[in-house]
């Protein structure tokens, strides 16, 4: 088949929509599939464009197979990953992809397309292109933006304006071919906004679970950090923004400041990094580290390096974005504590395979208490890591999750399979 994807992050973004893009798009094309992907110039999770890309304008490449046709947008400094910073993103890329999609309104050159979400805008074109010649569209949620904004007080309007970005919403996801999405609840969510339900695809997030296995948490890496064997790691790796609520790590860390085998260990870029630093200073938390983003061969290493990992959202994003680091720290066979309410998939996901403590979101007490506890007690760490590796041995391979996307779109456009 020819199929487009078209959507705002790509590699070489490590992190994030970006990675589980890129990582599809080159299992299709190793299948023998010509794949297109029509994206902006690479600037996630650090809010800035990455170096090689600066200046360039439109470019039309090749990685892995795959044809990627980028294309430059605003990207705003003074309030790098606020509200305003991503709507002025998000419409220039929507603006700018025009040059490409000019050629492909003319005339059909692919077989579907795959829309993916957020941002909204992204349905815009592929629908127009539907509309013309027939093609048929996914329409791909890796959360549900609008919700997440209103919710997360990121987006304060008027009811009559929310209303309206709803009805904008359920105008494209009606007209959609097929609407996917990464979780269970989700799924529900998007069936209460009234998409059938036999249009709805479940692509959960996969892991690569021969690449990320479980490793000896003493490895170079910890000693490179300047970690010893005698140091609980409790980590975070991921990004740091409003859906996070990473306050509470600095709290718990505060909490916990007379345990001096405890080591907070925070990786990663975003919009909340720096003010994030300048708490820790200010209390004086010696006992908190941050690190930069570290390369994708090294991340099996981090994870190892990790005997806590931690899986922070707040109350109000649950079930409106699904963290996706989740899917590593399983493959990793390491425990997590996660701030989740029961009832929502995150808390599911964990529960139902022992693989991690929940807390309440916010609650740093009991976050601190869940540290605690597992710090003390490395047998129960290890029951739960085994209980996580077993976890994405059974629903988390990213081959047998791709191969069940590639048999429905080969359905889809009635190709032979």
Known sequence: MKLLIFGTNYAPEPTGTGKYTSELAAWLAGRGHAVEVLTAVPHYPAWSVNEAYRGRGFIREEID??????????????????????????????????????PFLARRQHDAVLAICPPLQ??????????????????????????????????????????????????FLRRSTRVSTITGRMRERLIEKGVAADNLWLLPNWA?????HPQPRLNPLRERLGFGGSDIVVLYSGSMGEKQGLDIVLDAAGRLAHNHRL???????????????????????????????FAWDEVPSLL?????????QKREAADLVMPSKLTNILAAGRVSIATADPDTELHRVLNDHRAGILVPPGDSEQLA???????????????????????AEQQLDKGAILERLESRLLSLIGSPQ
């Open 65 to 102: 197979k795959v044809q990627v046709l980028r294309t430059p947008l605003l990207l705003p400094k003074i309030s790098a990953g606020s509200l305003g910073s991503r709507i002025v993103l998000e419409s220039s890329f929507n603006a700018a992809a025009l040059r490409w999609w000019v």
């Open 122 to 171: 992204t349905a815009l074109w592929p629908w127009l292109y539907q509309s013309l010649h027939r093609v048929p569209w996914i329409f791909h949620l890796q959360d549900l933006q609008i919700d997440a904004a209103l919710q997360l007080h990121m987006l304060p309007l008027p009811k009559l304006l929310e209303r309206r970005l709803f009805a904008i919403e359920r105008f």
């Open 208 to 212: 690569d679970i021969d690449f990320v």
């Open 263 to 293: 080591r907070f260990v925070l990786v990663g870029e975003g919009p909340a990094r720096t003010d994030l630093e300048e708490r820790a200073k200010r209390a004086g938390l010696s006992n908190v580290y941050f690190f930069d983003l």
């Open 304 to 312: 190892a390096t990790g005997d806590i990992h931690l899986v922070v």
């Open 369 to 391: 208490g869940a540290i605690e506890r597992l710090a003390e007690d490395p047998n129960l760490r290890a029951e739960y890591g085994a209980n996580a590796r077993r976890c």
